[in-house]
């Protein structure tokens, strides 16, 4: 199975951020950092692109990405971390959307 290791949310995440950082709009690096009580994450911009924020994460969502391959975390602050994709994110993304049915153009 392709994500069967993820919850739905975990997997939502991992699949945006394929997308996202895959577009060249953003830095291949993302910003991850504690605001309030959840966490957030932080596309930063290139060029003219804005960035955009990915927010109500936990923590704990983010280590596990961390150690099961699909992210790599590097610690900047007590809350923050700097990190990129792993290739677990890529490849089961890539089996993700290939097993995706194929959608009529009215579809969306």
């Not at 993302?30 to 966490?39: D, L, N, S, T, V």
């Not at 990915?54 to 961390?66: C, E, I, M, P, V």
């Not at 602050?77 to 153009?105: C, I, M, N």
Request: aromatic share 8%.
């Amino acid at each position: 199975m392709v994500f069967d290791d993820l919850t739905d949310n975990q997997r939502q995440l991992v699949t945006t951020l394929v997308e996202e950082l895959a577009s060249g709009n953003y830095s291949p690096e993302f910003i991850a950092y504690g605001a309030g009580k959840g966490w957030r994450i932080l596309l930063e911009g290139v060029g003219e692109t804005q960035n955009i924020e990915l927010g109500n994460l936990k923590r704990t969502d983010l280590l596990l990405l961390a150690d099961t391959g699909y992210i790599t975390l590097h610690q900047q602050t007590k809350d923050s971390y700097r990190g990129q994709l792993g290739q677990k994110a890529h490849h089961q993304h890539k089996v993700w959307r290939f097993t995706l049915p194929e959608q009529s153009p009215n579809e969306g």
